[in-house]
């Protein structure tokens, strides 16, 4: 277990990434998710003591408090037909969170898919299971899935790649893909050559990396 760091600084409790994820009850790639769009979730702005990066604890406990009340006030009515070893689609999953698009989707559930293809275009199109997806609505309000496999923990399985230093490799190259006008195709063997990895590895790390 990763030992959370927490300390009292002039008087006030502070908490690094990991205190965040602990206090939030949130896994670690969605810390760094939402600190990452924190102008879109009203994240707390971090700050340096130390040498370290640091967050106050009572400005995270806002935070968190606001953002779960958001999501339970945007909750749906969720399917739950269909055999839950079933793969759908990214429109297959908003179906079943009853979802107007798939643009809707969370991030949680688009940058954790349970399989991926590449598209001649370049693109990813993901899938999930109908279980996973049941997962997933049911976090947000505490219920027990009855879609998943007993004894397994979490709404859904995080990236394999989610703290993986390549991704920044990953990013970059998609960066310089859009700057240069170019689609996805053909990124997964540029990144396998500039790293020395599989090409499917580096499908995943795209993935990964992808800002849709």
């Not at 009572?58 to 999501?71: L, M, P, T």
């Not at 793969?87 to 908003?94: E, F, H, I, K, N």
């Not at 693109?123 to 219920?143: E, M, P, S």
Request: proline letters at 6%; charged letters at 25%; a neutral charge.
């Amino acid at each position: 277990m990763i030992p959370v760091a927490q300390r009292s600084i002039g008087g006030r409790v502070a908490v690094d990434r990991d205190g965040v994820a602990a206090h939030t009850g949130a896994a670690r790639p969605t810390v760094n998710f939402w600190h990452l769009h924190r102008h879109r979730f009203g994240f707390p702005n971090a700050f340096v003591h130390d040498g370290g990066e640091w967050f106050w604890l009572d400005d995270v406990e806002a935070f968190h408090a606001s953002h779960r009340a958001s999501k339970l006030a945007e909750l749906t009515e969720v399917d739950r037909s269909g055999s839950p070893t079933e793969l759908v689609t990214s429109g297959g999953a908003a179906a079943i969170l009853g979802y107007r698009s798939y643009r809707n989707l969370p991030d949680e559930l688009i940058d954790n898919p349970d399989e991926f293809e590449e598209l001649p275009s370049g693109r990813i199109r993901r899938f999930w299971y109908r279980r996973t997806v049941w997962a997933h609505a049911d976090a947000r309000t505490g219920r027990q899935s009855t879609g998943r496999t007993p004894g397994t923990t979490g709404p859904y399985k995080p990236h394999p790649y989610a703290d993986d230093p390549r991704l920044q490799a990953a990013a970059d190259l998609l960066a310089q893909a859009r700057a240069e006008g170019r689609d996805r195709r053909g990124l997964g063997i540029e990144l396998a050559q500039r790293l020395g990895i599989p090409q499917r590895t580096a499908q995943r790390l795209l993935a990964a990396a992808e800002d849709d």
